[in-house]
C-alpha cells in the first residue's frame, strides 16, 4: 500500500502542521493523525482519539458525507475545537434523509442544517440554525409521511374513489384507502388503492366493460364458455369447451375491457383411434394411415399377409369411424405354376386359386409324377409351397447277344435295366456283334426307339495297303459276314489276292499286297526315233526304268529324262519346243534385265528393251526366231532429273532454274522461303538421278527474348538463347516471380508470343495465435499481392506488435507479428493513492494493490 501524504496550506507535500491549516473543505467522520504512518482503509472513517483530545482535524479518503474524496489531498475540516469553537451534530430523526438528516454530519456555530428526510416524507421544518455552544435552535425536526395522488381513470365514477372529491383529482393521506368506484357497466381492477409515504399500493386501476360470448361452431347449448351466460367479466377467464367430438382450439380467453385474449376459439372435430380387437390386423397396426386417424380423412384398412380386410376404408368423422371396425380374411392360395402338370396341377380343383383350409391334390401329365401327393391352404400360404411333375423312368428291353445290361455304364437289375428320363442308354452287345441302333433315349416314360437287337458284325474294308485306293473292296467300304471282298488296286498294280473272306467282322486271309506294272512310251511330235534313248519304236519301261528323252535338230525336250513307276510315266509325257533366244548381256547403263520379258525370249516372242533408271533404250523392242535376236542388241542414253516438291521451297525449289527437271549432268542448288533453310547445299543430276535425291526446308531456330526476372535464359531446361523451331520454351522466373505466359513456342525463327513478363508474386498471409479474421484488415482470403501491405489486426484484447506487413516478390517484410494481449487501464477509485511515477495502465498479467 502506498503511503499517504497530506497537503500543507501553501500547497507542499509531508505532515501538515497547525500552520498549513487551510480553509473548510468538508465535514464528517475524520481520520487524524499527529504524525504520518502506514494504517489499513477501514481506519480512514474511524474517528481517532487524538481529534477527541486535542481537536486536529485532518481527513485524507472518502468521508459519510461523500465529500472530500479525491485521492492525494487532505483538508482541514474546521479551525479545531481546541480553540474554543464547538459544531453541532446532525440530530437523529425517524425517517430522516439516507445520508443524513443534515446535508453535513457537522454544522459550525452561525451556519444552517438544511433538513432532510427519505422520499415519501417531508420535514416538519426547512432548517435548523446551529448555536454557539454546539446546539441547533430549534434542536430537531420530524418527518411526517406524504399524502398520495390517485391518477384519473377512464370510465370511473366520479374521481374514482368514494372518499370522494366528486370531481378533479383525489389525494389520499397516508395510511387511508381509496375505496374504487366504476361507471355503471364497467368493472374495477381492484376494489381499494392503499397509500402510505406517497406511494400507492397498488399504484392505480383500472375500469372495463366485460366481454361478449362468442358464437361459435360446434359448440355445446349452453355455450363455448362454461361459466354460461352470454358474457365473461373482466379481469376473469372463459373456460372453452365444445360438443361431443369436438376440441376447443384454446383452452381459455382472459377477458380485458371488451376484449378477449386470445382472440376467437375455434372446436374443431377430434381424430379418430384405430379400431382394436381386429384379428390378423397388419402388425404395424390396423390403419395404414397408424393409430390416429384425422377426421374427414378415412382408415385404410390394414391386415396381415395372407388376409384381406372386410372393408377397404373406415371413414372418421369427429372421433367417430364408420364402420366402427372390420375383419380380416384369410385368402385363399395361389395354385403355383407347374410345369407338366394336368390341368391347373390340382386334382378336383377348377380355377388358380384354393380355397384357405382345403387340400389341393397334385396331378401331373401322362409319362410325369408328382414330388408331393398334396398341399394345404391357410391364408394365402401353401405348405409345402410347391412340387413338381418329374418325367417317369424307361424299362429297356432284353437284346440277344448284349453285353451285360445292354447299356454301357448302367449296372443291371433282376427286374430288367431301367434309364432315368432324358437320360439315353448307349446299346452294347457282345464281341462280334453291333447294336441296331445305338443308343435309346428316354422321355416321360416312353424309349425312343422301343428297342435293339444285336447284329453279326460286318467286315470293314481293309485298310493301310499300298498303293489301294482307300475302298479296297470292290463291293464297298464295308463287307457283311459270311460274305466276301473283291480286292482292288490303283492303276498300274494287281492284288496278289483276288478275294478276302468275312466271317463275324475278320476278314481271311486278314490281309493282300497291291503290286506295279510297266509303262507305254507316248506319241510326242517332233521326237527323234522313239522319244526315248536307246528304246526302239514301239516299245514299254519297265516299272522302275527312265526314258531319256530326245528331239530333232533344233528343239529340246520339255523333259530331260521320264520315270515309269506303276505304270505310270513321271512326267506322264514331254514335248520338244523350239529353242528360245537369250536376251542381250553388257549392255552400259542397261538394267539388270535388258528385257522386259525376262532373261529368255521365246521363238517368236519379242523382248522389250529397258535401261537402268536414267537412261532410256535406243530401240523399244527385239524379235527372237529360233533362238535369235533380230537386231542382235540395243544401247542405253541418259534422262534429265525430275525436281523434288518440296515444301516451303521458294519457287521450284531450285535457285535460278525453271521449269519441273534439270538436264543430266547438271546441279540444282536449293533455295527456301524466309524463315526457312535448306537441308542440303546442292543436288547434282546423273542420269535421271539427284544426288542427295531431295532436300527439306527446315525452319529455323528462335532466338529467346531477354525479360527481367527471368531464370537463366528464361526457358526451364533449356540452354543457350537459341530453341529448335517445333519445340516449347517453358517459361521461368526468379523466385518471387511468376512469368506472365506459361510457355512460348517457337516456328520457324518466329516465337509466340514474342515475349514474357516476370512478374512479382503476392504473400501468403501467416497464421498468428490470436489474430482476427486472416490477420489484415480490409483483406479476404489467405494472401496479398505483391507492392501491397497488410495492416494487422488482432482479436479484442490483443494488439499486434507490428502495424504494417509489407508484401514484394512472394516476400513479406517483417515476415509475421504477434499479437500481445493489450496492457489494462487502471480503473479510477476515488481517494486511492498510487507512486509518485505511477501511470495510468498497467502491463498484462501484471497486479496493484490500492493504498
Not at 389525494?171 to 381492484?190: A, P
Not at 369447451?241 to 382472459?254: D, E, I, K, L, R
Not at 385404410?300 to 376404408?313: E, N
Not at 516449347?728 to 526468379?734: D, L, S
Amino acid at each position: 500500500m502506498p503511503s499517504l501524504r497530506q497537503e500543507r496550506g501553501d500547497g507542499s507535500k509531508g505532515l501538515p502542521k497547525c500552520t498549513d491549516l487551510a480553509a473548510d473543505k468538508c465535514n464528517g467522520f475524520y481520520a487524524a493523525r499527529k504524525q504520518l504512518r502506514r494504517f489499513p482503509l477501514t481506519a480512514w472513517k474511524v474517528a481517532d482519539p487524538d481529534y477527541q483530545n486535542n481537536g486536529l482535524g485532518y481527513e485524507c479518503g472518502l468521508n459519510d458525507d461523500r465529500t472530500c474524496g479525491r485521492r492525494s489531498t487532505c483538508g482541514v475540516q474546521n479551525p479545531p475545537e481546541s480553540l474554543g469553537e464547538k459544531q453541532c451534530r446532525a440530530p437523529d430523526v425517524y425517517k430522516g434523509g439516507g445520508n443524513g438528516t443534515c446535508k453535513t454530519v457537522m454544522t459550525r456555530p452561525g451556519a444552517e442544517c438544511i433538513t432532510q428526510c427519505l422520499q415519501g416524507f417531508s420535514p416538519s421544518v426547512e432548517k435548523l440554525m446551529c448555536q454557539e455552544g454546539g446546539t441547533f435552535e430549534p434542536k430537531s425536526f420530524s418527518c411526517t409521511a406524504n399524502p398520495c395522488t390517485v391518477k384519473s381513470v377512464e370510465n370511473a365514477l366520479l374521481s374514482g374513489c368514494k372518499e370522494g372529491p366528486e370531481s378533479g383529482v383525489a389525494v389520499i393521506e397516508s395510511g387511508l384507502t381509496c375505496t374504487v368506484q366504476c361507471q355503471e357497466g364497467f368493472y374495477k381492477s381492484d376494489d381499494v388503492l392503499r397509500c402510505y409515504a406517497e406511494t400507492l399500493t397498488p399504484p392505480s386501476f383500472t375500469c372495463e366493460a366485460p366481454c361478449p360470448v362468442p358464437n361459435v361452431e360446434n359448440a355445446p347449448g349452453t355455450g363455448v364458455c362454461k361459466e354460461g351466460g352470454d358474457k365473461i367479466l373482466p379481469f376473469t377467464s372463459c373456460t372453452t369447451q365444445c360438443a361431443a367430438g369436438y376440441t376447443p382450439s384454446v383452452a381459455s380467453m382472459s377477458c380485458r375491457d371488451a376484449v378477449f385474449s386470445p382472440a376467437s376459439v375455434a372446436c374443431t372435430p377430434d381424430p379418430c383411434s384405430a379400431p382394436t380387437g381386429v384379428e390378423f390386423a397388419h402388425k404395424k397396426g390396423p390403419c395404414q394411415e397408424g393409430d390416429v386417424i384425422t377426421s374427414g380423412t378415412s382408415c385404410t384398412a390394414a391386415c396381415a399377409a395372407g388376409y384381406t380386410p372386410s372393408v377397404a376404408s373406415l371413414a372418421c368423422d369427429a372421433a367417430t369411424l364408420s364402420p366402427a371396425t372390420f375383419l380380416c380374411i384369410p385368402n385363399p392360395c395361389v395354385i403355383p405354376q407347374i410345369e407338366f402338370s394336368a390341368g391347373n396341377g390340382c386334382s378336383g380343383i377348377r380355377g388358380a386359386k384354393v380355397e384357405s383350409g382345403k387340400d389341393c391334390r397334385a396331378a401331373c401329365k401322362p409319362g410325369y409324377s408328382p414330388t408331393k401327393k398334396k398341399l394345404s391352404c391357410y391364408a394365402e400360404t401353401l405348405t409345402p409351397s410347391t412340387f413338381e411333375c418329374l418325367p417317369d423312368p424307361c424299362p429297356v428291353p432284353f437284346a440277344k447277344n448284349q453285353e451285360g445290361s445292354g447299356c454301357i455304364g448302367v449296372p443291371g437289375r433282376v427286374d430288367g435295366t431301367v434309364i432315368e428320363s432324358t437320360d439315353t442308354c448307349r446299346t452294347e452287345c457282345k464281341e462280334g456283334y453291333h447294336v441296331s441302333v445305338e443308343s435309346l433315349s428316354c422321355l416321360t416314360g416312353t424309349l425312343t426307339p422301343a428297342s435293339f437287337s444285336c447284329i453279326e458284325d460286318s467286315c470293314p474294308a481293309v485298310g493301310g495297303i499300298a498303293n489301294a485306293p482307300k475302298v479296297t473292296c470292290k463291293e464297298g467300304g464295308t463287307i457283311e459276314s459270311q460274305k466276301t471282298c473283291t480286292t482292288k488296286c490303283k492303276a498300274g498294280y494287281m492284288p496278289n489276292y483276288a478275294s478276302l473272306s468275312c466271317k463275324l467282322g475278320k476278314f481271311f486271309p486278314h490281309t493282300y499286297k497291291c503290286e506295279p506294272i510297266g509303262c507305254p512310251l507316248p506319241l510326242v511330235n517332233n521326237r527323234l526315233g522313239s522319244g526315248c534313248s536307246g528304246l526302239p519304236h514301239p516299245a514299254v519301261v519297265n516299272s522302275g526304268a527312265s526314258c531319256a528323252a530326245q528331239c530333232l535338230a533344233g528343239y529340246t525336250p520339255s523333259s530331260t529324262e521320264l520315270k515309269c513307276f506303276a505304270g505310270t510315266m513321271t512326267p506322264a509325257t514331254f514335248t520338244c519346243s523350239e529353242n528360245p533366244c537369250d536376251v542381250p548381256t553388257g549392255i552400259q547403263n542397261g538394267a539388270s534385265d535388258s528385257c522386259k520379258e525376262g532373261k529368255t525370249i521365246q521363238s517368236g516372242g519379242t523382248c522389250t528393251t529397258q535401261c537402268a533408271d536414267g537412261f532410256a533404250p535406243s530401240v523399244a523392242a527385239l524379235s527372237c526366231s529360233l533362238g535369235k535376236m533380230s537386231p542382235r542388241t540395243f544401247s542405253c542414253v541418259p534422262d534429265p532429273c525430275v525436281l523434288p516438291q518440296v515444301t516451303d521451297r521458294q519457287g521450284n525449289g531450285c535457285k535460278g532454274k525453271r521449269g519441273t527437271s534439270i538436264a543430266s549432268g547438271t546441279t540444282c542448288y536449293p533455295e527456301c522461303k524466309a524463315g526457312f533453310s535448306p537441308s542440303e547445299s546442292s543436288l547434282k543430276c546423273t542420269a535421271a538421278t539427284l544426288t542427295p535425291s531431295t532436300f527439306k526446308c527446315n525452319p529455323n531456330a528462335c532466338a529467346l527474348p531477354s525479360v527481367n526476372k527471368a531464370q537463366g535464359n528464361g526457358c526451364s531446361g533449356v540452354s543457350g538463347g537459341m530453341i529448335d523451331s517445333g519445340s516449347k520454351c517453358q517459361a521461368a522466373c526468379q523466385s518471387g516471380y511468376t512469368a506472365s505466359v506459361g510457355s512460348l513456342s517457337c516456328y520457324a525463327s518466329v516465337l509466340t508470343p514474342e515475349t514474357f513478363t516476370c512478374r512479382p508474386k503476392g504473400c501468403s498471409l501467416p497464421t498468428v495465435q490470436f489474430q482476427a479474421g486472416n490477420g489484415c484488415q480490409g483483406v479476404t482470403g489467405s494472401s496479398i499481392s505483391s507492392g501491397t501491405t497488410c495492416q494487422t489486426e488482432c482479436s479484442s484484447g490483443y494488439t499486434p506488435d507490428v502495424a504494417l506487413l509489407s508484401c514484394f516478390a512472394e516476400v513479406l517484410t517483417p515476415s509475421t507479428f504477434s499479437c500481445v494481449p493489450t496492457p489494462c487501464n487502471l480503473p479510477t477509485v476515488a481517494n486511492a493513492c498510487l507512486g509518485p511515477n505511477s501511470d495510468r495502465s498497467l502491463g498484462a498479467g501484471v497486479g496493484f494493490r490500492f493504498s
